[in-house]
């Protein structure tokens, strides 16, 4: 069965003077016109090619690389715009049509869009909308917090950039979570850091907990060693002079810093933080200046030993009072 808007795996059947007849397994047959034609087609060989509508309503075979095929999303330039709505740029010669009708916003030339195709069920061509929102009904129940999911951005909002999950839902990156430049269409490999109640996706671009700290504790690390190992940053450190520094936010740098203390390879000040491995070397330098407190002591405790023998030189003296006392008493018991 032939496909339009998809690619179709097709083999080539026979040849005529406008170019090669393709046919499915049942035998329909579909052009690929001359232009499309190389040499190394031969007859009874499959090949991929991708179907659509031309001018005239006839189905057509083409070998150009198309940009989205029906149900898929992706980031389309304006060509031309008339009467009847806009004309987009997608890979194929004839230009995909975007109605009046399916714009979110009026299209001029040269702007650039996020684009869902369709095939018109009336008149069976292709057709494309920027009305997203109908076609990203995915079941957000099924999904699991801290799942990698493939992202598509879409668009910026006062508190982040949405982006579309897997090509069927809809999500929400928060500023907070974002430390590179972003535009519509870019590609991303996130995560799913809650599921609301109400269905809405909060996501993130980074894996979240401490396993996505290593990257950004070595990011620390290699500042310290570029800064001469050390830094005046700390856990109560400006969270945007945290950002535009590290690009990352305040809660990822304390997690990192955290880890980096804990594994005993920083040291935390009031005001700064010292790399761990400048402390030895100082320690160190102050050993020395201990070892010479033992001489000073041992000769103290030297000049304390020869104090004993002249306490027991005084010792005797006291003791040659007793008999003196003794003699006296005599004397007063003769008197009386």
Do not use: C
């Amino acid at each position: 069965m032939l496909h339009l808007g998809k690619l179709n795996t097709l083999e080539i059947e026979r040849e005529s003077p406008h170019g090669l007849y393709l046919t499915d397994e049942i035998g329909n047959e579909v052009l690929l016109p001359n232009k499309f034609v190389t040499e190394e087609m031969e007859f009874g060989v499959d090949i991929e090619v991708f179907l659509y509508k031309d001018s005239e309503g006839r189905n057509v075979a083409t070998t150009e690389q198309v940009k989205l095929q029906v149900g898929e999303i992706a980031l389309l330039e304006v060509f031309d715009v008339n009467e009847i709505g806009a004309f987009m740029e997608w890979g194929v010669e004839k230009h995909l049509l975007i109605p009046f009708r399916n714009q979110g916003r009026r299209l001029s030339p040269g702007d650039e869009t996020l684009v869902y195709m369709y095939l018109d069920e009336e008149t069976h061509r292709l057709v494309g909308t920027t009305k997203l929102m109908k076609y990203l009904d995915g079941n957000s129940s099924k999904l699991k917090v801290g799942a990698g999911v493939e992202l598509m951005m879409w668009h910026e909002t006062s508190l982040g950039y949405t982006a579309i999950i897997d090509g069927s839902m809809v999500g929400l990156v928060y500023q907070d979570d974002i430390y590179e430049e972003i535009w519509p269409g870019d590609i991303k490999h996130g995560f799913i850091k809650r599921v609301r109640e109400d269905g809405k996706i909060d996501l993130s671009l980074r894996p979240f907990g401490y396993n996505k700290v290593t990257d950004e504790s070595q990011k620390i690390l290699d500042y310290l060693e570029k800064h001469g190992g050390s830094m005046e940053f700390t856990d109560k450190s400006n969270p945007e002079r945290i950002s535009r520094t590290f690009r990352m936010s305040k809660k990822v740098f304390k997690k990192a810093l955290g880890l980096l203390y804990k594994q005993k390879l920083v040291v935390l000040d009031k005001d700064s933080t010292r790399l761990a491995s400048l402390e030895a070397p100082k320690k160190a330098k102050e050993a020395p200046g201990k070892s010479l407190e033992a001489p000073k002591k041992a000769k103290e405790a030297s000049e304390k030993s020869w104090d004993a023998p002249e306490k027991a030189r005084k010792a005797p003296e006291k003791n040659w009072e007793a008999p003196k006392k003794s003699v006296e008493a005599p004397k007063k018991a003769k008197e009386e």
